[in-house]
């Protein structure tokens, strides 16, 4: 899976609440929010896309690790092992203010906890960044665990704001890009898109069942690797 984004749009996220040309939303007598490219009706309202929340990330190499390059040895010794995954969700999302996991389903959506995955079309680690997407992000080695995870929460973050908290826009926008989803008033009719959001919220009820039952068992797991 890939983040589409458009240049124009990254460099949009980095401005506080700016209004998205061309882009409505409002909400009806019913408490439904609509999103329009027409604003016919008189409470729509321009569509803002909050600021990104950013977060110091640590000391890493600037230059992206070629996965292909390294040797089984390498890539056996660079892994990140399960328990290491696991405080990297739980980091991301309290920095991020998400549920650790909606990341986990996520990541079990994009790469299957593959550190070093790379799309056919270029997306890459655990949360599949872009490699524009990616640099916008301050990702700056896309196959390190922690910097993947971390850029990918803080777009998703970015995301249910602008989307008003709603988990299945915000997974499509994730997919298909913020623009599609507000130029189609809700989750785009695109077969990948549509297939993509069931299979994370599937992924996410299955998780928090699991971690309800943990809770009961008294387990002190939070985020378990599968």
């Not at 007598?29 to 569509?47: F, I, W």
Request: glycine letters at 4%; a positive charge.
């Amino acid at each position: 899976m890939r983040i589409r984004l458009l240049t124009l749009l990254l460099a949009c996220l980095f401005l506080p609440a700016i209004a998205w040309a061309g882009l409505f939303t409002y909400v009806d007598k019913h408490g439904v929010r609509h999103y329009t490219n027409v604003p016919a009706d008189t409470r729509a309202r321009p569509l803002k896309l909050k600021k990104i929340i950013t977060a110091k990330l640590p000391n890493r190499p600037r230059s992206t690790i070629r996965y292909s390059r390294l040797t089984r040895l390498q890539k056996r010794a660079i892994a990140v092992n399960k328990a290491a995954i696991e405080r990297h969700i739980l980091r991301a999302a309290s920095e991020s203010r998400l549920d650790p996991l909606l990341i986990k389903a996520i990541i079990r959506t994009e790469s299957n906890f593959d550190q070093f995955a790379v799309s056919a079309k270029g997306a890459q680690g655990l949360m599949q960044l872009m490699p524009e997407t990616a640099r916008d992000l301050q990702v700056h080695n896309p196959f390190d665990a922690y910097q993947n995870i971390a850029g990918g929460a803080r777009y998703l973050r970015t995301l249910l704001d602008t989307f008003a908290g709603d988990i299945r826009l915000s997974l499509a926008a994730y997919n298909a890009g913020p623009g599609s989803v507000a130029r189609h008033g809700g989750i785009p009719n695109f077969p990948e898109t549509m297939a993509y959001v069931r299979k994370v919220l599937k992924h996410y009820r299955n998780y928090r069942k699991q971690h309800s039952l943990s809770r009961s068992l008294n387990s002190p797991n939070m985020v378990t690797v599968n």
